[in-house]
């Protein structure tokens, strides 16, 4: 403090004379030992004065050299972050599984080495025992810690997954649950009715947006990519290919984001029932009902429309028919005129459609044969057409749909 006091006086001094610091001597430096108030205080107002200036220019010097050292720390940090980016990209994918696993046994390791330190207890006494103290080795319970060493919850899949179909499943839900589209569910699985799925049916789930392709023979990476609108890249990474990407006869491919091909509907051919040639029908159709003005009229007792009773999908707000397998004849539920009678595009294949003159239409669509014709006044039970898979079907079936006054009802309302 003497010397600091010593200092700061020398420094006042210095200001005040003319003279440079080397002409001074410490005898003109030193405090008279008499004099007046003014004069014993002047070398402390000097020291008060000064005294914020100092301290604000160690201050500037300190905050100079913890940004300078905070600047030298990101440089490194962003120096080792580029050099293991391009590590994984010169990688093209291969380094993303050990480093997964690198992390993985890592935080293990730190688990086990440092998770007892944040227990409190490290010895449970067992249920029942009151003693302060363990008093044998069976009071002791162990406590395990337990390490999963696969993929994190969330990851990203890289492997098709089979998931088998629940009760009230649709594409739509089961897609949003594995976070793909529904025409990726459709195209990997060869689905041409976005309606149809069945209970306890296995499908292939891609774990991504795209196509699941199987190499054929004369397949290479460029061939594929260019059928796909896919880039060479992309297939290589996912795929965990390397060069020269010699593919086999039969394996499987991940293409993301690939162009998922429309899907594939059977071309119509006509079924001319007596003599008049069955028309096809537009998008149209499915919305708009041409009511008949004469004819048969029903009693709004319907009959089942096939020889069985098994259902494979049920009425539901976005399906709403019922859909009826194993191959039957198909007979008119209720008397009235046919309406419809052809191929109708975007779904139905061929169809009939029956209106009963009493606010109810009936439609049974994916025949593979048709009986009746636009015109014909039919009769409760009269054969229409034969079972079939036409459109986009996955099966052998009959799609059942009653309206009433233009609105959907479930068909098992009347039975």
């Known amino acids: 403090m003497y010397k600091l006091f010593k200092k700061l006086q020398y420094a006042f001094f210095y200001k005040r004379n003319a003279r440079t610091i080397k002409q001074l001597s410490f005898s003109e430096l030193r405090i008279k030992e008499h004099g007046s108030l003014k004069t014993k205080l002047k070398p402390w107002f000097a020291f008060v004065a000064f005294l914020p200036l100092y301290l604000n220019k160690k201050q500037t010097k300190f905050i100079y050299r913890f940004l300078n050292l905070t600047n030298s720390v990101f440089k490194v940090i962003f120096k080792l972050k580029g050099f293991v980016t391009i590590k994984l990209i010169w990688g093209r994918g291969k380094l993303g599984k050990p480093l997964l696993h690198i992390g993985t046994l890592i935080l293990a390791g730190v688990v086990f080495l440092t998770g007892g330190v944040f227990q409190k207890n490290l010895i449970v006494l067992s249920k029942g025992e009151q003693e302060i103290f363990v008093s044998s080795g069976s009071d002791i319970v162990p406590q395990p810690v337990l390490v999963s060493l696969g993929s994190p919850a969330g990851a990203q899949r890289d492997t098709v997954t089979k998931y088998t179909v629940q009760s009230g ?34 499908i292939d789930i891609p774990p991504v947006n795209g196509v699941v392709y199987k190499v054929v023979s004369g397949d290479t990476i460029a061939s594929i990519a260019k059928k796909y609108k896919v880039s060479e890249q992309a297939i290589a990474d996912f795929n965990y290919l390397s060069k020269p990407f010699i593919l086999t006869s039969g394996q499987e491919l991940v293409l993301p984001n690939a162009n998922i091909p429309a899907p594939v509907v059977a071309t119509p051919v006509q079924v001319v029932p007596g003599s008049t040639v069955n028309p096809t029908y537009t998008g149209a159709a499915y919305t708009f009902i041409p009511y008949a003005d004469h004819g048969n009229a029903g ?31 198909i007979y008119a539920a209720d008397s009235g005129i046919v309406i419809r009678s052809g191929w109708w595009t975007n779904g139905y294949g061929f169809a009939v459609q029956i209106d009963h003159r009493n606010g109810y239409v009936t439609t049974y669509a994916h025949m593979s044969v048709l009986k009746a014709s636009v015109g014909d006044e039919v009769n409760q039970g009269d054969l229409i057409g034969i079972m079939g898979s036409t459109g986009r079907s996955t099966g052998p079936h009959v799609h059942f749909s009653i309206q009433y006054q233009g609105s959907y009802v479930d068909p098992l309302k009347f039975y």
């Open 169 to 202: 499943d649709t594409l739509s839900s089961i897609g949003k649950r594995f976070n793909v589209t529904v025409d990726t569910i459709r195209y990997a699985n060869t689905i041409s009715d976005i309606g149809y799925l069945k209970v306890g049916q296995e």
């Open 299 to 329: 009693n709004g007792n319907f009959i089942w429309p096939t020889n069985n009773r098994y259902i494979t999908q049920y009425f539901s707000w976005y399906h709403p028919a019922i859909d009826i397998a194993v191959q039957s004849p």
